[in-house]
């Protein structure tokens, strides 16, 4: 009875959306989850637990493991590659609730995933977007994290088609939230099924959506593509945007945004590591490295 009693109020994920402090969220988050995870220890088909789960731990890795670890990345490597692997195995755990609690509805979902992805994902439907975003992004980010890692890269059809299901149904979700997810997951390159040209299409529409007001489609396009595209400028424009945006103009993606934002500061500073300046074209070269 307390259990049922405190619960619906543990797991409202827009408590810690709306933060404006993310230390409060690093440091509650933990304890919050452990918490979770002996709930479904006592009771392993309560299914908003299982959801919560999935959702946590997929916030935890993505607000701090990952962003800690591409900033790190500058200075040491070693605890970069140490925070990226502690959030893959994080977003695996994420992903395993999600799919314990799709289980519940749909016996045998996870097989025929893996299976028959394309099939397999048409028995959700309208209410279950927020499930399949959930469940969908915690795999896939997993696999951004384990390239090196053939088994877990085979599963990318899985969790495309469980995010391609939800945009189908609802492409309009959390402002632009699934379009935000099909940046990165489109940024992986044409070897892998992406697009760096599907990826701009899903930025346009997630900048429509929020009204401009979320600085993730800015830094993922800034990270997945200009990057790739060897695009200075477009690079500091995106980033310089997404710094510009001001975090309480939308409560509710207050913690991502200034999550995104010190992203987007660290990359900024370290825009001469990522990008060559351009040679004058009037330079005499060869006059310039004669001895």
Known sequence: ??????????????????????????AALPFLLKTIESIIDADPVRQDALLFANTGFLLYANA???????IAEWDDYSLSQELNERARRMYLRA??????????????????????PEAAVSVFDAADVETLYYLGGSWMLAISLGLDRPA????????????DRALALDPGYSRGAL??????????????????ARAREHFDRAVELSGSLDAGPYVALATGVSVAEENRD????????AVAI??????????????????????????????????????????EIRP
Do not use: C
């Not at 307390?2 to 959306?17: E, M, Q």
């Not at 701090?64 to 591409?70: K, M, R, S, W």
């Not at 379009?179 to 760096?196: K, N, R, W």
């Open 95 to 116: 992903r395993d609730y999600g799919l314990r609690a799709v289980e519940i509805d749909h016996p045998g979902i996870g097989e025929r995933l893996l299976s028959d």
């Open 246 to 287: 001001d975090p309480d103009a939308e409560p509710a993606n207050r913690l991502l945004n200034l999550v995104a934002q010190r992203r987007a500061r660290s990359l900024l500073d370290h825009i001469d590591d990522l990008f060559f300046e351009p040679f004058d074209d009037e330079l005499d070269f060869d006059q």
């Open 152 to 163: 877990l890269v085979a599963d990318l059809p899985s969790a495309r088609a469980l995010l």
């Open 234 to 241: 477009e690079f500091r424009e995106l980033l310089e945007t």
């Open 179 to 196: 379009h935000s997810a099909f940046i990165t997951l489109e940024s992986v390159g044409e070897t892998m099924g992406g697009s760096y």
């Open 1 to 26: 009875m307390a259990v049922n009693a405190v619960l619906p109020t543990l797991v409202n994920p827009d408590v810690y959306l709306s933060e404006e402090d993310p230390e409060v969220v690093r």
């Open 64 to 70: 701090f493991l990952q962003v800690d670890a591409a």
